[in-house]
DNA sequence: CTATATTTGACATTAACTGTCAAGTCAATT
DNA sequence: AATTGACTTGACAGTTAATGTCAAATATAG
């Protein structure tokens, strides 16, 4: 199971490019990237999307993954996580068939 | 569909508490207790533990739907949130039969 | 009106997250 | 061994977010 890490820094290998290549189109320093391929740090949206772009990744399936993984840290050590992404559904539908939110 | 604040408030008036009985009980300020119940304010898993136990609800069944609602809020804004909760799912199931975390 | 319950907001404290930077490791090359 | 290039690491400062405390404001009941 790829971590979103990974996926990152095996696709930018896979490209030929260097972090300082793919930090400076993400515009940020390529300590922070050297971080987020190794887990240590989480990339905001607007880098994703950046990332996305220069490593022709498909833009909505790496937020996809990014969610799920931070979701999946968040709970796998429960005994219910599965149970929590049950509810959690449920709960989901249910804010999305009722309209208005804050 | 109930949030976990209405959970707790219901039940702390069915059973005729005050929040000023409640919080001490739980060893918080009340007006905190007052700010979980409407959702201002998100209670730590030891306080749900305590409100578990002196609102007599079950434990684990308390804790689901806080993470569950907390899950919920995090992704119902986003076209994907089923297919995340889809993919967090293999990724819970990876974790758990995968051994050691850090 | 007053007494009790709850809510609200200001405030201070603390923790978590961010980005920046310089020094460090590591491997390959000369 | 010294140099070079790519990457890593940790200290640091700044910013934001979360937490608890308290007193004043509201509301509700009698």
């Known amino acids: 199971m790829e971590t979103i890490g990974e996926i990152l820094r095996n696709r930018r290998q896979t490209l030929g490019l260097l972090l300082r290549q ?7 320093d390529q300590a922070i990237l050297s971080k ?39 709970i796998a050590d429960q005994e219910c996580a599965n149970k929590v992404l049950k509810v959690a559904e449920r709960k989901v539908n249910y804010l999305k068939s009722h309209p208005i939110k804050n």
Chains 1, 2 share one sequence.
């Open 22 to 28: 793919v930090s400076a189109y993400v515009d940020i």
């Open 36 to 74: 987020i391929e190794r887990g240590e740090r989480k990339p905001t949206k607007e880098m994703l999307n950046k990332l996305a772009e220069i490593l022709k990744l498909d833009k909505d399936e790496l937020l996809v993954q990014f969610m799920s993984e931070k979701i999946a840290y968040e």
